[in-house]
């Protein structure tokens, strides 16, 4: 591991030492600012290489000892657990506590861990370091203490709110993703977190982000709830100029959904952390992008000026639709990335991966400002990231929402009533809303579509639902390139008031 250059824990009690100082961003600021100035430093790793090259359900056997909690004989809601190193987890990370009278280092321990079958030399891995760690709370029964954060690998975090399983996972920053010069990957090298108070509700955890071309400090403040939300502070430096700096990156999974079935067997008719990208515009407009997973990289842009918002939802909470017992992916949240004053121009960008599993994350969504600043300069993002799964609480009640994208092959009723497929693709959009609920059902409402230059609207057509007391578009089209892809725009109107936000898909091309 690469040293860090900077005061010691030592000077920092001396420094300190009438309890007058407080920890904070800035502290954080000045060593990402110092480590942009100067050549960047690879990490090493310090792991035997039988903790290397080990599988991971060999990993998964590395335990940590429960009894053993970081402050779990303090009196605070709050515990902490550590991620033993192994595999591509191959690099330390320093973690340091933050009192009210100094900042020290939480030393490595094999003592911390159950290694199960996994032989090992106790003293090849006396000095090892932690790869990361989790943090526990009281989230859904006072008596029983939960894991609701995890911090490992990059600049990796994952966060959850009651009755949910982790899903999605934020990222500090992410460097040129879908580029053909190779994405880079920053990472947390250390992190300070502040101890906290008997009955306190939020956790304030800091970190030192580093990678070839930026460093930057962070800043999160963690509160647990139904819908758990982190307060992030940042500020970025860059080394040297970048070809696409992404800020509050989400990642996340699509495998296949009602909108692009499997194209095999499976008893499961979705497989996927989330299944669309939902936008909030500087200008009051909401934008819902259904995911995909491609055959071929695909990249979406959605040029925007002070966005309001962004995120990777889950829509689909129907269990029915996943019928997974062991990975309740109808359990899973929503990521909403929610800006903290004027972020100004720039873009949301979508990347959609190919993959053939469900354990490859494919998607990301990230924010990309218009203008980047010389290397050194700051930048400063701040922004709420919340986790939920309560979709009709991001919307106002005025503005319908996108419940389900049904795809499947257009056909046309016979004078028999027998149903001939066409050659056109359908697809079924259902709208909901608290104010689109209570219109009367005779109400004239009528579509707004737009297809691009690929695909000829062959029918367009809206009908009241009766279930889920909205309205239901059903849009049929002729691709007339199968090798290109197809963009589709809809959303529904009455009395020249538009109702809802903006179904925006892009059909993938078939080869």
Not at 283 to 293: A, C, D, F, Q, T
Not at 329 to 341: C, K, M, T
């Amino acid at each position: 591991m690469v040293k860090m250059r900077w005061v010691g824990a030592a000077v920092l009690v001396a420094l300190y030492a009438n309890n007058s100082w407080a920890f904070n961003i800035d502290d954080v600021a000045k060593q990402a600012k110092a480590l942009a100035g100067k050549s960047f430093e690879a990490p090493k790793s310090n792991l035997p290489s039988q903790f290397r090259e080990m599988k991971f359900a060999d990993y998964q056997q590395i335990q940590f000892n429960h009894d053993k909690a970081y402050w779990s004989k303090l009196r605070t809601p709050y515990k902490l657990e550590f991620y033993h190193q192994g595999m591509y987890f191959d690099t330390p990370v320093k973690i340091n506590e933050v009192t009210a009278t100094t900042v020290r280092e939480i030393k490595y321990s094999p003592d911390y861990f159950n290694f199960g079958n996994v032989s090992h030399d106790a003293e090849a891995v006396k000095n090892l370091g932690f790869a990361g760690f989790k943090v526990l709370y009281p989230l859904n029964k006072k008596d029983k203490d939960d894991e609701i954060a995890s911090f490992l690998g990059a600049s990796y975090f994952r966060v959850i709110g009651a009755g949910q399983v982790y899903g999605l996972s934020a990222r500090g920053l992410a460097i040129d993703t879908a580029l053909p010069s190779g994405e880079e990957f920053p990472r947390f090298k250390e992190f300070w977190i502040e101890r906290p108070k008997p009955q306190q509700k939020q956790l304030v955890i800091y970190a030192l982000l580093d990678s070839p071309r930026a460093a930057g400090a962070y800043r999160f403040v963690i509160h647990p709830g139904k819908a758990t939300t982190v307060d992030v502070q940042s500020r970025v430096y860059l080394r040297d100029k970048v070809g696409k700096l992404g800020v509050a990156p989400l990642t996340s999974m699509f495998l296949f959904g009602s909108n692009q079935p499997s194209s095999v067997m499976n008893f499961r008719q979705s497989l996927h952390d989330s299944d669309g990208l939902s936008i909030h515009n500087g200008n009051g407009e909401w934008i819902w992008r259904p995911l995909n997973n491609p055959r071929h990289l695909a990249v979406s842009t959605f040029t925007i000026e002070s966005p309001k918002g962004f995120g990777l939802l889950q829509r689909d909470r129907e269990f029915s639709h996943y019928q997974d017992l062991d990975d309740r992916y109808d359990l899973r949240p929503g990521g909403w990335v929610e800006p903290v004053g004027d972020w100004g121009k720039g873009r949301v960008e979508l990347v959609e991966i190919p993959t053939a599993d469900e354990t490859n994350d494919n998607i990301v969504a990230f924010w990309t400002p218009e203008n980047l600043p010389e290397p050194g300069k700051e930048m400063s993002f701040n922004y709420r990231l919340h986790f939920s799964r309560d979709e009709a609480n991001l919307h106002s009640d005025d503005t319908a929402w996108v419940k389900n994208t049904l795809r499947s092959a257009g056909d046309v009723k016979q004078s028999n009533l027998v149903r001939q497929p066409d050659g056109t693709i359908a697809f079924t959009v259902d709208f909901v809303g608290k104010a689109m609920s209570e219109m009367p059902e005779n109400s004239q409402v009528t579509p707004q579509v737009s297809v691009g230059d690929n695909g000829e609207v062959v029918e367009q057509s809206v009908r009241y639902n009766p279930v889920t007391k909205g309205w239901r578009l059903v849009l049929r089209l002729r691709v007339k390139d199968n090798k290109q892809a197809t963009e589709m725009r809809a959303a529904l109107a009455s009395d020249n008031k538009t109702l809802t936000e903006t179904w925006s898909y892009q059909l993938p091309a078939n080869e």
